[in-house]
């Protein structure tokens, strides 16, 4: 839209141009100017001869001083002998009287006579006119030592302040030159003048949006005249809302319709507006709950009116990947069964936030159902239907928990074997490990057997033997431990035999170490 000032400007400019006079009752009212007397109301008398009398009454103000004046030019011959001129005033058809002789004031070749009003309306009877083309007679309130010069009668009606309006747009000021070109003072001949600047609020201003005001000032024949212009500065520009980018918010983070403001940028090209003072006319976004484009529809205002709207898209996106849950590490020892890649996952779940539960895969694997102690990088990944992907590492530890390994040889006799060994089983079993030791014994005999019942409890035991070496009669015992093997070794029977020193003399004493659960 065109500057609305532009239609405003050529409508209004001139008011300027003003008043057109009307001179009826011209005498019934006071004056604008200084000077009370109109020469078109006076009429020369053709007796007594060089005297004029008023035709119509002059209106003035009670019981205040009057002084009419004549220079000599207009009094002509009667300058002469000016001690026989006189003027006589009548006050309201007779009720008051002034007469009395002129003053002259030779120094200043000038005349005068001085009088005091008791009412409102006076009518001049006598005034001396000495017939000459010359117009200097006056009759203004005051003294005669008020007298400052010559002013010609101006009509009540006569305009003397013409005033008139501009109204003009804040972004196209006016210069003084351009605005004193829409106005034109012109003389009595029709000739343009001269006028000058007597105040200006407007040209020192900022020429913000208000009133301002300008007077111009212009004389001719000694009646000055004012032309008061006003000029009102508008702000007819909008203010302007943009979108400094696109406006895309995550589903998970949605925000309220304020900070969305905040997002905005506003400016107006008078005042200082803040995003804080927009209106919201119309909100789809608000309400929104899945990802898509809205729209909310803001209105900005300046402080004079003007107002402005945008539609501002806002598009809610899924920027944000799934959640992976589940342990960041796994333990397992070298004696458990190794994890399926199905056993992995199962541990882990996924869930986006636009999606709901998503699936989870191994993108990357260093696990591969490892036995061999160590740590082991798997990447777990998941995909919503935005495509966001989330990657997360985890570490499968892979521990060692093997004990050591114990070799037997033919001494030791298994378990599962000595429990099926009778007490005449375990005597044979004796004398073969003595004879292998080079000791021949005889008449093998258990005297007690502190095992038997206590296969399955932890402790020592012992199997008390008698037997015959070389006639003589010994005693030994056989010491069977039985120890819990917490990585369910089976269970051993281990026997000792002592060197062939000791057998002699102090008997034998035989170890068998059994284990349990």
Known sequence: MKKIMTFVLLCLIFVLFGNMSSFAGQYDLLPIGKNYLSLSNIRVLDNPMYYAETIEPIRVKANTTYTLVFDFNYLGQLTQDL?????????????YYHNDYIIED???????FEFTTYNEMIQILFMPNGLENTYNIMLYEGSYVDFTGFLPYVHPNEVMNYQGLIPMDYDVPLTMDQIKSYI?????????????????????????????????????????KNYILDIRVYDLTSPVISIPQTIEIPLAEKVDVNQIKEM???????????????????????????????HVLFEASDLSGNKTTLEVPVTLVDLKGPVIKGPQLIYLYTTDPVLSNAQILAKYSAIDDVDGPVNVSISYNLYNQSLTAGSYQLTL??????LNVTNRNIYINVIDNKGPVFETNDKIIEKSVADTMTDADIIAWFKNQLALSGVEATDVTI???????????????????????????QTSRVRIDVIENENSIPYVLYISVSSALLLIGFGVTYYVKKKRI
């Open 447 to 473: 005297l007690f057997n502190e095992y038997n019942s206590n296969e399955s409890l932890s402790g020592s035991y012992y199997v008390y033997l008698t037997y015959d070496l070389d006639g003589l009669e």
């Open 106 to 112: 030779r120094t200043n070749e000038r005349a005068y």
């Open 83 to 95: 001690s026989g001129v006189w003027v006589e005033i009548e006050e309201n058809d007779g009720e």
């Open 381 to 386: 990944r998941s995909t919503d239907s935005a």
């Open 184 to 224: 034109t003072a012109r003389n009595s001949l029709g000739q343009a003048m001269v006028y000058n600047v007597t105040s200006d609020t407007y040209t020192s201003s900022e020429k913000l949006p208000g009133n301002y005001q300008m007077m111009f000032q212009v004389t001719h024949n000694l009646i000055t």
């Open 264 to 294: 905005l940028s506003i400016t107006d090209n008078v005042d200082t507006i803040s995003t804080s003072t927009l209106s919201i006319l119309t909100d789809t976004y608000t309400p929104a709950t899945t990802v898509g484009t809205y």
